[in-house]
């Protein structure tokens, strides 16, 4: 996952990285493990202007991903 995300932030093979890593993403334990590496889902976020209309679907599906962890764990804390 890390070579995926490297090659993410130096912007190569953008769109078969994101396909890679939202399959990754899909993985048990792989979220914690992403969320560990990164602060913050600026890279990813930053492909929704790519004039790649797939890379941007890509970048916002897992954008979903790390949205949904992020909220269950929101709720867990609020219980």
Do not use: C, W
């Amino acid at each position: 996952m890390q070579k995926v995300y490297e090659a993410l932030k130096q912007g190569s093979d953008v769109r078969n990285n994101l396909i890679q890593l939202k399959q990754m993403l899909k993985e048990e334990g792989a979220l914690e493990q992403y969320l560990s590496m990164t602060e913050d889902d600026e890279l990813i976020a930053s492909f929704l202007q790519d004039e790649d209309p797939k890379t941007r679907k890509n970048a916002a599906l897992i954008l979903g991903l790390l949205q949904s962890q992020e909220s269950i764990e929101n709720y867990g804390r609020h219980m």
